[in-house]
């Protein structure tokens, strides 16, 4: 689901963040302690050696994935999940995940929907996939409102946007309005079809299935094609594979660098000792609190929310997380920052890829 985020302008260092789970105490709210175990999240550790990540050994961690980053990539996109597929078939299990994500270009110009869109062609144990995802140009998450004269703007250009990708791919595929929501679904009964990435307006991201794996290489091929090359940037994602049948995939990819992203199990205070392995090639963040806003703020809308962390660069930042706004924008925002006693500015996280 899209989300509301904000980041501490000044950046901290990591006993300013233990701070703040004082600071929130003091406010009332639950929050962490330095010696309670978490999950943090790494992602985009640019590694150059598959060693590197044995670093991590000494913690338990969950979905990890590596993957291989394409840059100014020229080649042709149904060769490359060919090649990448040949190799999955090798070491394929049940929890083993291949998808190789490539950008695509939405030709007719929306006012709420950026042109660059992402696809993904993937293989997992039984099935292939096809997933695409549009960008919004701004964050209306569920249950907020917008101007009643302009919703009919996001219906429309959410499904064009949706039909101008279908009709390139020739799938099964209906789009419709429902309720002031725009609705996707098929009529084939062999394969399931998933809609994801909601927002006030529906989905953000549909995926359908097929038994063949081999089903959407062409159409998503053509669907690739509407970028100018070269591509910014291709990336295939590896999860679930042993180190042996990573080094497979690598010799698929003398060209691309290498990036890994996992969940991880820790202390919050082993997060500096964890942060410094990343030598400012990744990010990481978690979880300071989690709670419903009307417990501190009964006079607004009731919103989840999150004060965590999150490292970048070698340095530390507040990170604020809504399902959506408790008051306006800006009273939302000054009203967190005298919650963190920090100064906060609207970040929200791109959605790709």
Known sequence: MREHRWESVATLSFDDILSVTDTLRQAGLTSIHPEKEMISYIEEWEVTELDEIGQLEPWATEDATLLHVFDQWTGDFFLLA??????FQQHQSVNTYCSVAHPWHISHPFATVHPMAWLWVGFRHTHGFIRVRVHTTDIVTPGESVEQSHYHV????????????IDILHLPIDVSINTRTVSLHTQRKDTPFFCSWPDAFGPCQFELNSPDPFEFLVPASQLAATIQYPAKQVRIYLTGFSADAL???HKLSSDSRFMYRCSL??????????????????????SLAEFQTSVVLPEGVDAAAIVGFVGSEGEFRLEIRLNQHPLSHQDTQQWFEQ???????????????
């Not at 060919?82 to 190799?87: C, D, E, F, L, M």
């Not at 906060?344 to 790709?352: D, G």
Request: net charge neutral; charged share 25%.
């Open 339 to 353: 919650l963190v006693r920090h100064d906060l500015v609207y970040a929200p996280l791109p959605v790709f890829p």
């Open 247 to 249: 080094r497979d995939f």
């Open 82 to 87: 060919g090649r990448y597929h040949t190799v």
């Open 154 to 165: 996001w219906l429309n250009d959410r499904q064009e946007a949706f039909r101008s990708a």
């Open 265 to 286: 199990h820790c202390q919050l205070e082993e997060i500096p000792e964890i942060f410094s392995l990343l030598k400012a090639h990744g990010r990481i963040y978690g």
